[in-house]
């Protein structure tokens, strides 16, 4: 029998096609107004009440949800925002889109996520922002991060484009700062195919993320801030909205998971497990270990992959090593928790597609390799 577990499945039923199907037929698919459309607006008020926060707004990708943050929060030229390396690029991307300059903070080894420490040591007169990413799922330490940006009169925008679900001493990410931004592409929690979603307490905000997401448009044809299309379209959030009434089976489903491979993989001498802290609530987006070798990555990772499993690395690159940010300068800092990371660490199939015998098949082939 051939084996082929992959790193991530979208886990989709008859209720969503079902849906999309009614969708279709109403010939509905989208509404240009800065509120949206029917299931839009049925999709939003259902995140905002599971995130926790007032309001959701949302948008087309995990990419414009941060980017429109920016926007709504005023950042541009002659601004800088701390960002982790060690995160998808799309974190620091959006910073120069709105025409601000990407700081970088390294990660804590442990969690992977911003050091607060360095963070610290990053803040300048010209910081304006803060994107602390909940990577892999868990969230960022925000209490001390929050702090910083009271102090210094920041805004802290979320990136829990991984964290649908998890806790930070009992309020969900998303919920900590003061905007929250989620992705719902097709490996993700959960999913709309693409999307993503803004969540805010503050009224404010909300109001210009629904005006920007609709081209600035206030009124008809009529630009009152800045904006573009960024709307989401009414098949994506009946879909969402679907996903969402699934989304405690599906956590329940990865953390099943990810207890088998903790029990499981506790005796690996050569690799540390994933770390859950005191007050922790972890979705399990990806279960990722690291290794105590780093040169030992790539034969691993190929001796897995061989016998079908979809193991990956998160992230192999750095993003101040990567092609494009070396021609603007970044290559002269070192963040060595970042760099160790990026050499060393490898994801595991941990989804709710994963069965229980696919799980001990995964953790008897991870034991077999690790040495």
């Known amino acids: 029998m051939r ?4 790193i991530n499945k979208p886990i989709i039923g008859e209720e969503e096609a079902e849906l999309v199907k009614k969708v279709t037929l109403s010939g509905i698919f989208t509404n240009p107004q800065p509120e949206g459309g029917k299931w839009v607006k049925k999709f939003e008020e259902s995140f905002a009440s599971y995130i926790g926060t007032k309001d959701a707004i949302s948008v087309n990708s995990g990419t414009s949800a941060l980017y429109a943050s920016l926007l709504a929060a005023g950042v541009g030229v002659g601004d800088e925002v701390i960002v982790p390396p060690f995160t998808f690029p799309s974190t620091a991307d959006v910073v120069l889109l709105v025409g601000a300059k990407p700081v970088f903070a390294d990660i804590n080894i442990d969690t992977y996520n911003i050091e607060p420490n360095d963070l610290k040591a990053k ?13 892999y799922g868990l969230s960022a330490d925000m209490k001390p991060i929050m702090e910083l940006a009271e102090d210094n009169d920041l805004v802290v925008i979320e990136d829990a ?20 931004c989620f992705s719902f592409y097709p490996s993700k929690i959960i999913t709309t195919g693409e999307g993503g979603m803004v969540t805010t307490n503050n ?6 993320l629904r005006l920007i997401r609709t081209h600035g448009h206030g009124r008809e044809y009529e630009t009152v801030l800045l904006g573009t299309n960024l709307r989401m379209p009414e098949l994506e959030a009946a879909i969402g909205f679907t996903q969402l009434n699934k989304i405690e089976s599906f956590l329940i489903a990865r953390k099943a998971n990810a207890e088998v491979y903790n029990q499981v993989l506790t005796p690996l001498e050569n690799a540390y497990l994933p770390i859950v802290p005191k007050g922790y609530k972890h979705n399990w987006y990806l279960y990722t270990i690291r290794l105590k070798r780093e040169e030992a990555q790539t034969r691993i990772l190929s001796e897995l992959r061989s016998r079908g499993i979809g193991v990956k690395v998160y992230y192999p690159y750095p993003i101040h090593t990567m092609s494009y940010y070396l021609k603007l300068g970044y290559g002269t800092v070192r963040y060595p928790n970042s760099e160790l990371a990026a050499k060393s660490v490898i ?9 229980r015998e696919e799980a001990d098949y995964i953790t008897d082939a991870v034991l077999s390799v690790i040495h």
């Open 123 to 135: 803040i300048t007169k010209n910081t304006r922002a803060i994107i602390p990413v909940h990577l």
């Open 203 to 208: 009224e404010e905000l909300a109001d210009k």
């Open 161 to 180: 484009c991984q964290s649908h679900g998890s806790e930070y001493h009992g309020k969900k990410t998303g919920s900590l700062g003061h905007m929250g």
């Open 347 to 355: 994801s595991l199939p941990v989804h709710p597609g994963v069965s």
């Open 3 to 6: 084996v082929n577990i992959p």
